[in-house]
Structures are given as structure tokens and as C-alpha cells.
């Protein structure tokens, strides 16, 4: 027994001089000490996390995507310092520590070269917010509302109900349309009235039509005024303001509610036509006089 207490391990220390009353206390402090730091570290970064939470629930304009990101970021960096600190508790050099971490993280970073734009696409979307979980856009080809915006990937359901996952660096890397940015929309038609119709009582018509809606504002000043003049139709342009919430429906029913006051008012919408004139070429041919009297009804029927 005596052989195996006086062992030597490294640099002259023995067995015995490790099973001393004071080195036991001292590892059984050391534990106690890491264990205490530990749950603390748990205890603060989880009230951290979750005050932080808190304030984007608090004010309903700050988006919870942002402070939910904040949150767990503070979370983990609280743990992160907790772990050096135990580590320093037993000893460890962390400043070889932190060398080895780093080049195993630079081998993971060239590694995963894609998934970490990602990451960074998802930072930048996190902390500039083009859009948020709720708003209607265009990303990368692809329309539909925001489902969710995560660090890695942000989802899109479509106006079938259908889901789409889009890599946050192709969102970043591309140009959004977002049609949920504003309150307000502006709507616009394009109407044609024929020739010659009287293109005041149209014009009163299409006004009186549109602004009669609720939905239409007054203010900013609508827009009707003629255009173009097209190969069959005189084409008024107009623009009416109306809340974001209501443009879709009110854009279908004004473009249905003006047809019928068209209608109504006797103004003709004008479709396109075609007249076909046959050339007499002088010959006494019966036979071709045939045939272009054939080829002339038959165009005359086309027509």
C-alpha cells in the first residue's frame, strides 16, 4: 500500500501527497465553486434572455424577431464566459484553449462556407428589417406572406397557401418588394372608352364610380386623365389612394363597378377590329373572278 501511495505521477507529486486532506478540500472547493457558477450562469443568462424578450412584447412596433435573436446571443455569451471561468477555476490554460477553438472554428467556417452567409444574411435581415413576419413581398422570384424570418432561412407562404424556404443569403443578395412597407396603396386602372365617346361623361363616370367607394380616398387628390390614344380605344389612367389592407378587393370590385357604369351610361368599351378590303384587279378570267369572289367571301366572313 505504502509502495502505491508513494507512486510519483509527474514532477516529484505522489498519490499520497494527491489523497491529502488538502488537496481534497481544495478539488471539493473547486467543484462546489464550478457548480455554483454554472447554475448561476444559467439562472442569469435565462432572466437576461428573457427581460430582453420582454421589451419587444412591451412595444408592439419593435419586432420580436430582433430581440428573440439579442436574447439568445446575450444568453450564450453569459454561458461562454461562465465555462472559461470554471475552466480557470481547475487550472486550464484557456489562452491555448482559445487557440485550438479558433483554428477548429476556422476549419468549420471554410467547412461551411454557404450555411454561414446564411448566418450573416439573417444578421443583417434581423437588424435592418426590409420586411417582417406578417408583410406580403417579393423575394427572389418569389411572392407570399412572411411566416417567419430565422437566422439561417426565412419562410414564405404563397397566395395558395403554399410554403417556401429561401436561403436568408439569397433574400439579402436579391432586390424585396414589399407591399406591406406603407399604409397606404395606390390603385390604378387602365379604362378605354371608344372614339367617340364623350370623354367628359367618362371621365365624370369613372370618378363618380371609384370615389362613391368608402374605400377611396379623397386626399391624396385621385388621378383620371387621358393617356394614350390606342389603335381602338381612347385610354384614361387612374390612380386612387386606399388603405393597404383593402387594395386587392377594391382594385376587383371598382374595375367590375366601372364596366357596369360604362354600361349604364351608354359609353361603349371598344375591342379590337379588323377591316378587310378586296382589290378588283381588272381580269376578265371567269375562272379567277371565281375564285376571288370565293377568297372575298370568304375574308368578308372572316372579318
Sequence with gaps: MNNILNTQIASGVTIGDLLTVQFLAS????????ILIVVAAFAVSGWVRRRIIAVAARYKRIDDTLFAFLGNLARYAILTFAAVFVLNRF??????????????GLAIGLALQGTLSNIAAGVMMIVFRPFKVGDFVTVSGHSGTVKDISIVM?????????????PNGDVWGSAITNYSAYP?????????????????????????TILSDPRAH?????FVQVRNLGDSSVDFTVRVWCDRSDYFQFHADMTRAVKQAFDAGGIDIPFPTRTIVQADTGSDDPVSEGARSGDGAAQTASA
Design 154 to 166: 426565412t419562410e414564405l407562404a404563397t397566395v395558395g397557401n403554399v410554403q417556401i424556404i429561401i
Design 27 to 34: 478539488v471539493l472547493g473547486n467543484v462546489l465553486v464550478a
Design 184 to 208: 397606404l396603396r395606390n390603385a390604378e386602372w387602365i379604362f378605354g372608352v371608344g372614339y367617340g365617346a364623350d370623354l367628359a361623361r367618362a371621365e365624370q363616370i369613372i370618378r363618380d
Design 218 to 222: 379623397a386626399s391624396p387628390d385621385p
Design 91 to 104: 487550472g486550464v490554460q484557456t489562452a491555448s484553449l482559445v487557440a485550438i477553438i479558433g483554428a477548429a
